[in-house]
């Protein structure tokens, strides 16, 4: 009989879900729900490099045109959305209140856009 071995923790019936609210500079990770705050201009994030088939939803709130939470995706990692772009993105940028953004990885490099709601900007 074969064993698996796990790099991240897994859990029966599937991945651990998580909602968390999160600070300005943390990594978010590649799994449930991350709440983010714009305090600043530029409010950095970083996000974990995806896991196939796990969905990522980011919800910001308090973004504004002039305080954004900038939110950059793990080195050698991409986003690739169907609507805003064509090409591979690596940023997103959160500048309006309640903006909700639903990810899913589709490889362990790559990020597909499930929804975009209020209009999450990619670079």
Do not use: H, Q
Request: neutral net charge.
């Amino acid at each position: 009989m074969a064993f698996l071995k796990f790099k991240a923790p897994v859990f029966l019936g599937g991945i651990k879900e998580r909602a968390v609210s999160e600070s300005n500079s943390a990594t978010l990770p590649n799994y449930g729900a991350s709440l983010i705050t714009a305090t600043s201009a530029a409010t950095p994030f970083g996000l974990a490099a995806p896991g196939l088939g796990v969905r990522k939803t980011i919800i910001c709130l308090n973004a504004t045109t002039t305080n954004t939470a900038v939110v950059t995706c793990a080195s050698g990692s991409y986003i690739y959305a169907t609507t805003n772009v064509s090409t591979a993105s690596d940023v997103m940028t959160f500048n309006a209140d309640n903006e909700v953004i639903e990810l899913m990885g589709v490889s362990t490099a790559t990020w597909a856009v499930l929804s975009n709601n209020n209009g999450v900007a990619f670079s």
